[in-house]
């Protein structure tokens, strides 16, 4: 019996974690800019051989790269008349998240006929199936595959088959280990700056003191990384500083609220609450609404999410939280601009590209903030 | 703890006390009460305080924790008969979950995310919930029962997709609903000052409680556990009997859903209910019961979830640091399940007789 | 030793607590020749055996072995196998999902290196040589039965075995497949190998064996000759009965007379189940006591789950008191008054972990349905009844039944089928591995049932036993109904000789 025990035990410990949250689980420190002559080079290249399948759809594989530069404008053409570019998306699971699933959303609204596109689309959170769709879609022959990888390492080989066989990649969400020269660009958030961001913010409310609470997403993930790092700087450096409780809610709004009601029932003084997604922010919400605390616009209690969830940034719109940071999904159109440029024949100035990412403000907030950036 | 109790005149009733299947549960209860006692007094301080909603409202870490600890409790109930009954346990709890939520937000807003007004009552959005949460559970026991699939690896199926299942019910949507009744089954009844999920849970086993007394269910899961052969010959059919334990811990899941969903007035199918299999597990094996199935002893699992919440509780209030909570748990985890192994309680059993034979003489 | 002795056991001793398991057996192998280790139940058999192999450790005694000076020490199987001693189980105990040549050489070889192409091609040659229809890369569990077991003692017998033990494993093979395996068998006799053969079935010892070797509760009966000992000799030996002495013991209950026109209690015709015996009719009257004898594996037990539904019933009809009924699961023939008392107590009968109170009301209380337990107050009460009624030792109704005695285990398993108030009551074994007393206290019980009107079926490894509470008897042999005798003809000569049938 104590071996079924153990054993179970075990098990549970097994269990891997799964990766929730805004571009959760890499490590997606942003990579120096590539704004080095080096990389210039093989952008070129890229960017030549890119054209060649898009001129001969159908026979693409062996359109030899030579006669490139004579048909530099035949993308366009074949665009306006119906020769759609090929794209192959991998993406993970779209069901992760309320991100993935907006992010997800934006990409088949972007890559699709109408636009000029036919796209294929393969979701997966593990990296090997992603392999393996990569490889599979390199040999039917596509002219662009955009990953959002599942996990850093092990992308070169498909890589280098990608660029054999003259197919662009483009990176979006998450950066993976691998040579600069293997893809044409990538699309991601800063975490860090997303980060700093907020605490910037919160700096500018000018309180006389600042007692945080500061719930964590899952320990380990980028998101994790790059939010708490601004703050943890922060507390350090600033007297008025003070963190009450730094606690782990594991993306999980019961979690977020377990914590928020010990400190409650500890009976010590709080005055934010910084929730490093929206969902715990939520449930940090709820435990201080069954203590009768104030909380949001000028109220006892400064709430701050993540995610610009719609429900989020109504939460701010009513003005019962303060903040919301986002954390950009929409990435397709950044995509596409990229591919645009590339169909064009012009290189790309940045192979790493930081999207925009904007933080809300309840006060400031608009209707139309919501319906615009919320997922 | 244990010499303290030795200078009591009757050995027996100790070494009855220790050997008893409560013991464990209770020892770790007292042990954890009593370091938080020492630690801060306050800890046990009951206070009336009000609501954002003006209601008066009971405050406090043991409110809390009979709060938070309802789902567990009730869950452990599920757990105790599956695992009493198919010697394995359920680890699709958490994703089921997801899938009860879902389908009583999909109900409640009628397949609108942002709903003005309920579409369905709340009773019947729970009821259709159930019966989906039944469901499930007996594909779960027609895996185990009739495919004779090892319990954890037949769950595996629904724990892997069930999230999964739960975000497809609701095209991906999050459904807010913005109606305050919903908000009272995971948190306070206008007027009245105790969480509502403690009534549910309390509801919830005083069910159970009356079902093991006024039918078989207890005998016969047993029976099936211990020895499936024997019972068949004594007439019971152990496939639909496990089965039936499955139906129940998928009842279990759609009360669970209603009150989490109610919590948060939404859902998040990827972290609702997240790892809540592991700790009904850990509740079942606290609570003394063998998860090789067979005996069970119903109190000390639910007793066993409360403990495991205090536990939850108790190392945020300490404050424990992010990294290192899992880690915490896991030691405590560790020693209250070694303490309750058989090898163990045998030798507690061996040192009460010494210490009776040393008292004799 | 003599040159042609390849094996030697002498004044074997070997005890558990409260079992003196053998008591200075002599075990004597030949080379070349295939030897039978005959005897029932608790005779010693498979104790011999796995002090031979090395599963246990012998208390006493010797072990010879040809070409070793001096006694031999084994002390775990893999020592057995070292010095040549193979044993192939009834159970296979190879992987089926490897190949046959990994099977071959698996936990053979040394190093971590493996050259699979000449493991591949010495597991061909072995294959041919003792022509087993295989090859050495099909995956084990593609061939027959007969092919697996033939493949494990190929095994044994390329681990130059000198001595191979062949413990049952015929049981579940079919008569050309066994055919097969006694062409292995007298190949490698005549390659000198020494067979060990045990088995329940007396045409197989008969057709393949040179010499049987009879134990009985843990002693030596003897060593014969096949053609010097006849088969009625050889049941008689096992059964413990001097075939001399015994002829005009006679049952001690009178013969049943049958009532003209009286409606059997149950009538069973062409009854079968997937346990592997052969359809059978059978019937029992109203007060009766009848049993089904034979040797063990026979298939007594068998027919009386199939009249239970305790296996999976492939045929037949059953009436009972002229009524035909459907009985495919148990609880059906619950329902009709049937109670079964199982042979394996400890994995058909008790539930261990729960109370002696609740295993008395068990089956009862299933009859009563799932919604009408009986009160805690009407379970005590039951149980102290009936703990009273069979006298169970137990120290309170709520001790869990694995704690008490195996005699009053059967007592409280008893308990739990006349709470039932069976018509007809099927007692499989009761008495084996219980104390003398308890077994007297039981037989009495199944008369003073039929005196009360109860029809009882009672089932023992024990002839007297049989004898004194049975009036009719169905006898059985090799899973199939070979007589019924009743009245004068219940004797021991008689009921023996019917076992033993053939060679009249």
Redesign the interface.
Known sequence: MLKKKVAMLLAAAMVAATVVGCGGGDDAKTDAPADDAQTEAPADDAADDAEAPADDAADDAEAPADDAADDAEAPADGAASGELIKVGVINNDPNESGYRTANDKDLQEMFCEANGYEADFQYSKKNDEQITFAQNMITKGIDYLLISAADTAGWDGVLQDAQAAGTQVILFDRVIDADESLYAASIVSDMEKEGQTAVDWLAEQGLDEYNIIHIQGQMGTAAQQGRTKALDEKVAAEDTWKLVVQQTGDWNADNAKQVVQSVIDSGEKFNVIYAENDDMAKGAVAALDAANISHGVDKDVIVMGFDCNKWALEELLAGNWNYDGQCNPFQASYIDEVIKSLEAGEEIAEKTIIMDEKGFDAKTITQEDVDNYGI | MQKNEVKKPNESMLSRMVRHQMFIPVLALVILAVFNLIADPAFFKITVGQNSAGNMVLQGFLISILNDGSELAILAIGMTLVTAASGGQDISVGAAVAIAGSVLLRILGGGNSRPEELAAPIIVAFLVSCVVAMLFGAFNGVLVAYFKIQPMIATLILYTAGRSIAAWINNNELPVITDPSLGYFGGYIPGVPIPTPFFIAALCVAIIFLVLKFTNLGLYTQSVGINENSAKLNGLNPQVIKVITYVIMGLCVAVVGLIKVSRIQTINYSTIAKDIEMDAILAVALGGNALSGGKFNMAASIFGAYVIQFLTSTLYKFKVSSDALPAYKAVVVIILVVISAPTVKEWFGNVTKKFKVKEVA | MKDNIVLQMKNIHKSFPGVRALQGVDFTLRKGEVHALMGENGAGKSTLIKVLTGVYSKDEGDIFLDGKEGPVAIHSPQDAQKIGISTVYQEITLCPNLSVAENMFIGRTSGIGQNWRKMNSDTEKILRSLDIPATATQQLETCSLAVQQMIAIARAVDMDCKVLILDEPTSSLDEQEVEKLFKLMRDLRSKGVGIVFVTHFLDQVYEICDRITVMRDGQLVGEFEIEKLPRVQLVSKMLGKELDDMSDIKGEQKAYERKAGSVPVLEAQGRVSDAGIKPFDFHIDKGEVNGFTGLLGSGRSECVRAL?A?DRVTGGTIKMNGKPVKIS???DA?KNGIA?L?E?RK????????SVR?NII??Q???K???K?FSKAKQYEIADEYIKLLSIKTASADTPIKSLSGGNQQKVILA?WLFTHPEYLILDEPTRGIDVGTKVDIQKLVLKLASEGMSVTFISSELDEMLRTCSRLVVMRDRKVVGELSGDDLNQSKVMSTIAGGDK
């Open positions: 239970f305790a699961k148990p609880l619950m079964y199982p394996d994995g058909d009968g008790i539930v261990g972990d729960l609740e068990l089956a209380q299933v009859l349905g799932f919604f337990p739990r």
